[in-house]
């Protein structure tokens, strides 16, 4: 079993026509193709980690994409975040969510609190 470490483009292509082989039959865990799928995808996971980080969302695009998951009006916000025109202020980035509001939403929608955290464009082009 001879597996390199991927270190250019064409090593993670290969990577990945390898693994994807594996994908419509996997193969059970501790067998030899087991290992191998096992420690390809490790190697796979860490190239596409440091060359294709994923940021998180702005505070404002995970509301909305949880809205839109969830069937969710604004008027539903209104638990987590005050009045309606405080929700359709935070929506139109006009004021930024407060410590509070972050702890709400995260509790009661399931919401990433570090995505909500972070900076909104509003308020990180300010």
């Known amino acids: 079993m001879e597996i390199r470490p991927i270190h250019t483009k064409t090593d993670y292509k290969d990577a990945l026509r390898e693994v994807s082989a594996y994908f419509d039959n996997e193969p059970d865990p501790g067998t030899p193709d087991g290992d191998r799928f096992e420690v390809l995808m490790t190697l796979v996971e860490a190239y596409e980690a440091k060359n294709f980080p994923i940021d998180l969302p702005d505070p404002v695009e995970a509301i909305k994409f949880r809205m839109e998951q969830g069937g ?55």
Not at 82 to 110: C, D, Q, S
Not at 115 to 124: C, N, T
């Open 72 to 126: 969710l009006t604004p008027k539903d916000l209104v638990p987590a975040i005050g009045r309606l025109n405080r929700v359709y202020e935070i929506l139109a980035r006009k004021r930024p969510l407060t410590l509070n509001m972050i702890w709400r939403l995260h509790e009661k929608f399931g919401i990433p609190a570090e995505s909500l955290i972070r900076p909104s464009k509003l308020s990180a082009a300010a």
